[in-house]
């Protein structure tokens, strides 16, 4: 009996325990995210740092844990907290709808996807992991949207643009540092808006993630230069607890559309955890809303841009 008794305070200190260590762990890997590329991934994670701390506080017991706890939550929010700020996009309205979305290169869902982006009777369209066979599958979906570039590939890294109305001008580009691999697209539409469409690649190792920072540090410098209003969307392959994308952020001058923390890709196809598609702005105000799952790891965005 007295066995039976101990059990579960027992079990609870040591889950307490435990909570608070990992939370506190991951909250000492994240600051220092600046230093390689493989402590920048720990920043991914708030969220989950932030729930160990809670649980951590809510199983303890002694007052020492749960003072130990209080301060851990505090501490992780206010972090965050501060991460996650970025004044609101001001700026004129544009009578517009934009969509972005990452295919993915083995989604078989063809007929689902062009039915759901027509319907959703958008100005422009952002497709990424644009294959040619996702070319030739979306022939109606072009048709409604004749207009605009891209660089259709057999690679996670093929990109469109698809536009309803004729463009002033849209091509496709490289940054310099890392020429005719990874491009993005820009497009200047009839009204003067600038579009960006941007892939950069995934942190998967030293190179990917370097070439994902060199090719961010450079759309930076361009977008700062642009004197027309400005949105930027794709699948940025970070998410904005981390001090690249920050920084990246704060260089082009841009703020966030939507909530920053809704999640649209996942590893287990139709449950997304992190918020790697992103819709950015410089001179106009919008709504983003997360669409539905559609057969691929991300879930499409939808910037709706109303007229006044």
Not at 43 to 68: D, N, T, V
Not at 191 to 210: M, N
Not at 268 to 294: V, Y
Request: a neutral charge.
């Amino acid at each position: 009996m007295i066995k039976q008794s101990t059990f579960w305070p027992r079990l609870r200190c040591q889950l307490a325990h435990r909570a608070l260590w990992l939370a506190l762990l991951g909250l000492l890997l994240t600051s220092l995210a600046g230093l390689t590329w493989w402590l920048e991934l720990f920043s991914h994670f708030p969220p989950i740092h932030l729930l160990l701390a809670i649980a951590g506080l809510l199983l303890a017991s002694s007052l020492r844990e749960r003072i130990f706890g209080f301060v851990l939550v505090t501490l992780v929010g206010a972090v965050y907290g501060w991460a996650l700020y970025t004044p609101s996009p001001t700026g004129a309205y544009h009578p517009s709808t934009a969509i972005a979305f990452n295919l993915l290169i083995s989604n078989t869902q063809y007929r689902n996807v062009e039915q759901w982006l027509n319907a959703q009777g958008a100005d422009v369209i952002l497709l990424t992991e644009a294959t040619t066979e996702w070319q030739s599958q979306l022939s109606i979906l072009r048709q409604t949207l004749p207009h605009g570039c891209a660089a259709w590939e057999d690679n996670p890294f093929g990109i469109a643009l698809l536009l309803k109305h004729a463009p002033r001008h849209c091509e496709v580009r490289f940054s310099p540092a890392i020429p005719q691999q990874y491009p993005h697209l820009r497009v200047e539409l009839a009204d003067g808006l600038v579009v960006y469409g941007i892939h950069p690649p995934p942190p998967l190792g030293a190179e990917l993630a370097a070439a994902r920072d060199q090719q961010l540090r450079y759309l930076a410098q361009q977008i700062a230069q642009e004197s027309a209003p400005v949105l930027v969307l794709g699948d940025f392959n970070i998410t904005p607890f981390s001090p690249i994308y920050r920084a990246f952020r704060s260089q082009a001058g841009l703020a966030e559309l939507g909530f920053q923390l809704a999640p649209s890709w996942s590893p287990i196809i139709g449950w997304p955890l992190l918020p790697l598609d992103r819709a950015l702005a410089r001179g106009i105000s919008a709504r983003l809303t997360i669409g539905p799952a559609l057969g691929s790891d991300h879930r499409p965005i939808m910037v709706q841009i109303p007229a006044l």
